[in-house]
């Protein structure tokens, strides 16, 4: 008999996890087709690194975890974070790792742009790039991930959605959605706007009856006026 829950907590990682007033998505956790476990930890800034995010990998229920592969700066500061773990094909060495991340000059995420890294899940064919960077004086936040990966074993989409907010974090322009069609090689974004103050996106993949035909919902936190807030969600073509 194996009972549902360990007797004693899994270690994943030791450290400080990076905290920083409304940035809360430090720690994100994806379930991959290949049957492990990942959890995505951005790090507290230390001298030398100011900015560095880590990937770990858990193969038996996140009982022990490896240290897969990661992305780290002296020079700037990452904001939020959001994970995926998509396979290409049915290989599961192909299974491959995007951390998408906002990344600044400033420790308070002003000016941030969106980027992503991507690795194999043993570490390998790594690479990371700049997606788009926001107009002068406004900054991308609160990344939120999505693909279709989990509905599809060919032709694998992935995306990620932001805020374009100004940097005091007080008003958001309009949304920013960026898909890319041939696994990071390229991005295309859309810029779409509710007519609102919308905060903390969350995005995910609704499938239809093929991939063409698939939409993304986004559950958001609506500011109406300083004391009423809504959720609300708002729907995109994939």
Not at 63 to 91: D, H
């Amino acid at each position: 008999f194996n009972q549902d829950w360990y007797s004693t907590d899994a270690t994943v990682f030791t450290g400080a996890v990076k905290f920083g007033d409304p940035y809360f998505r430090q720690i994100d956790m994806k379930m991959g087709k290949d049957g492990s476990m990942y959890v995505a930890v951005n790090r507290a800034p230390v001298s030398g690194t100011n900015g560095r995010i880590d990937v770990y990998r858990s193969s038996n229920g996140g009982a022990t975890w490896v240290y897969t592969n990661g992305i780290q700066t002296a020079s700037a500061y990452y904001g939020t974070v959001s994970l995926l773990v998509e396979r290409n094909g049915a290989s599961n060495d192909s299974t491959r790792i995007f951390v998408f991340y906002t990344r600044s000059n400033t420790s308070d995420n002003n000016d941030a742009t969106m980027n992503f890294g991507s690795w194999r899940r043993d570490g390998t064919a790594w690479y990371n790039a700049q997606i788009a960077a926001p107009p002068a004086g406004f900054e991308y936040s609160f990344a939120s991930s999505c693909s279709d990966g989990a509905f599809y074993d060919a032709s694998t989409w992935v995306g990620v959605m932001c805020t374009e907010s100004n940097n005091a974090l007080t008003s958001t322009n309009s949304f920013r959605y960026y898909r890319s069609l041939n696994w990071g090689v390229s991005f295309t974004g859309v810029t779409f706007s509710s007519g609102f103050d919308d905060f903390y996106p969350s995005a995910e993949l609704r499938p239809s009856s093929s991939f063409s035909t698939d939409s993304v919902w986004i559950a958001v936190e609506r500011r109406l006026s300083a004391t009423q807030y809504e959720i609300r969600v708002i729907r995109t073509p994939w």
